[in-house]
């Protein structure tokens, strides 16, 4: 017994044949590469490229009894046992075909013609067939043994979740074993602990393991698209490239879906759902409506993870639980305890759903040491912090500016702007002429850009096309910055605010954009700007891409105050001497305030001496 395990190999036969023959004993790939001293990689490639699954049993048989046959006949010295194995293999090959013929009924094809059909229709080694996709009504037939194009061998796969587990924190990890136990999970957490990034492997490894599809949905294509680059990442590290762009298939027929909250492109999907950032997408009801039905099915999961936002949000009875009270008899009603605290280890609730908040803080004790929670507390104002750090909802009571409207300003950009606005192209925007407005900070903390379309007509939307928070730049960075921008976009205008460094980021620029317009803040130029932007929602005449939730606190963090001498009512952002998200808003203001109140584009220049 111990003598048949042998397998000899002469230097001089194809390595090919021999790993074809180990393959049909029944040899794992693994295992033959390390008995031939090559990659499983390699053998795979072969074993793909050679269809070594295809074919009849009783083909595969022919081909071994053809090769060792052929082997033994030109060896220069046989032996008797050389000589009996001979006439075996010779009388085998002699006997089946002789036997093939009489075996037809007079119902079946005669021997002539089934040799045809083998040689034209049925699977073999020499005449591979067209590989079929296993899932996928839309799937394509291809040319025998090209593998396909986002193939991935076992080995790379194997190695992917190996990087999974290594690169995940606690609370990923807790995550991802209530995968495996839960339907629906509807997640609260900090910014910036890796959510997004986490989905994107879970699902992705799951749709390779299970043949299922994953759907990212989220306030734009551009939004789903993170998941798509952190997905493609992945692969990049086992040398793997996938193709595809709003949809991804994978070898195995599984889809992966990138989708903004257009019900023209997310309706009639199946498949695992993930919901990014649903506390800040505009008309939940209609967003809940539009992806339950994909995750209808019971083996399928869904996944809801967000930031919050508002009391006000219509989500916020999804995730409070009351919801699912709507329309039911008093007694059974739920009231749960959706607090931080309550929630710092997970519960399933009476509605099905599994509920987990995740702060800074948990994040940091699970791992996660990427944050200075000093430095935080410092650039952000306290209930900004607690907001965006501690899975605080805010009431909106003291800000200038309606969540709901702003919420409007959300679009898909790929789609709402299509016809002009490229997203990767070097040149974005074409030759659309774009305004550019620029907030230094008064601590050179940060500093808020950003770039907008100009109204060419009197009430053109302003479309913005890209902000930007620069962190620790000095002026001359600044303004290197700003000159960068004239070769991406057809600059027409740029606004500067002159106070305190703004002063010399403006000189700079006055010496490659000579017409640069410096603004200086009082309290009635502050309140016609505030009146700008008002009249402007009222029109529906600003629009973002709906993933830039940055913009929407920048325009929530404006409030009401008092000057310093409590004689005049002025506006500021919650940062006042720290660094935040408001400094967009008053670059985005001051660059719409060069459009007059009436709306007609002919701008408005306010120079400071």
């Known amino acids: 017994m111990e003598k048949r395990n042998q397998v000899e190999i002469a230097a001089n036969i194809d390595p090919r044949t021999v790993a074809r023959s180990l393959y049909w004993q029944g040899w794992r790939i693994s295992a033959i590469g390390r008995h031939l001293g090559i990659k499983p990689a390699t053998v795979h490639s072969w074993k793909q490229r050679e269809n ?4 009849s049993p009783i083909q595969r048989v022919a081909a071994s009894v053809e090769a060792r046959l052929i082997q033994l006949i030109h060896l220069p010295k046989k032996s008797d046992g050389d000589y009996k194995e001979i006439r075996q293999l010779s009388g085998l090959i002699q006997g089946a075909a002789e036997k093939m013929p009489s075996e037809k009924s007079a119902a079946k094809p005669s021997a002539e013609k089934f040799i045809a059909d083998l040689t034209d229709n049925i699977p073999t080694i020499d005449n591979p067939p067209r590989e079929r996709a296993e899932r996928g009504r839309d799937a394509k037939e291809r040319p025998a043994g090209k593998p396909h194009k986002n193939f991935l061998h076992p080995d790379q796969i194997k190695r992917m979740e190996e990087i999974f587990i290594e690169q995940s924190f606690g609370y990923q990890r807790f995550w991802n074993q209530q995968y495996g136990k839960r339907r629906f999970r509807n997640l609260l957490k900090s910014r910036q602990i890796g959510a997004t990034f986490y989905f994107a492997r879970e699902a992705f490894l799951n749709s ?14 551009a939004q789903a698209y993170y998941f798509r680059r952190y997905i493609l990442d992945l692969a990049a590290m086992v040398d793997a490239e996938l193709k595809g762009g709003d949809v991804i298939q994978l070898h195995n027929g599984a889809e992966l879906y990138f989708l903004g909250t257009n019900s023209r492109t997310a309706q009639g999907r199946n498949g695992n759902l993930y919901v990014d950032e649903y506390f800040w997408i505009e008309d939940f009801e209609n967003l809940r409506k539009l992806a339950s039905p994909m995750a209808s099915q019971a083996h399928l999961k869904t996944t809801y993870f967000s930031t919050p936002s508002y009391e006000a949000h219509p989500a916020y009875t999804f995730w409070s639980g009351e919801f699912y009270n709507k329309n039911r008899p008093k007694n059974e009603h739920i009231s749960l305890d959706v607090s931080p605290a309550a929630l710092k280890h997970g519960r399933l609730d009476p509605d099905g759903q599994f509920r987990h908040v995740v702060t800074i803080h948990d994040a940091l004790t699970d791992g996660c040491h990427l944050f200075n929670i000093d430095d935080l507390r410092r650039e952000y104002p306290p209930h900004e912090f607690r907001q965006l750090f501690e899975c605080e909802f805010v009431a909106a009571k003291d800000g200038v500016f309606d969540f709901a409207e702003l919420q409007k300003c959300g679009v898909d950009s790929w789609d709402a702007w299509a016809d002009w606005y490229k997203s990767f192209a070097p040149k974005p ?19 808020g850009l950003v770039v907008a379309t100009a109204p060419v007509r009197g009430r053109d939307k302003f ?16 303004a290197a910055f700003i000159r960068n921008l004239l070769s991406v976009y057809n600059v027409q205008k740029i606004v500067i605010d002159s106070n305190g460094i703004g002063v010399a980021v403006a000189d700079l620029v006055k010496k490659f954009f000579p017409g640069v317009i410096c603004m200086t803040y009082t309290p009635e130029i502050k309140g016609l700007m505030v009146l700008k932007m008002l009249n402007l929602l009222k029109n529906r005449r600003v629009e973002w891409d709906g993933g830039d939730i940055d913009m929407q606190m920048a325009f929530l963090s404006v409030r009401r105050t008092m000057t310093a001498s409590g004689r005049h009512m002025t506006y500021e952002t919650a940062r006042t001497k720290e660094a935040s998200h408001g400094d967009l808003a008053w670059a985005a203001m001051m660059l719409f305030y060069q459009e007059p109140l009436d709306g007609v584009a002919h701008g408005r220049v306010e120079i400071d001496s």
């Open 52 to 55: 070594w699954d295809g074919g």
């Open 463 to 478: 479309c913005v096309v890209q902000k930007t928070l620069l962190q620790g730049a000095d002026f001359e960075s600044q």
């Open 208 to 221: 390779l393991k299970t043949g299922i599809n994953s759907i990212f949905l989220s306030a734009s294509r």
């Open 429 to 447: 925007c074409g030759d659309a002429p774009v305004w550019i407005g620029y907030d230094p900070s008064h601590t050179g903390d940060a500093a």
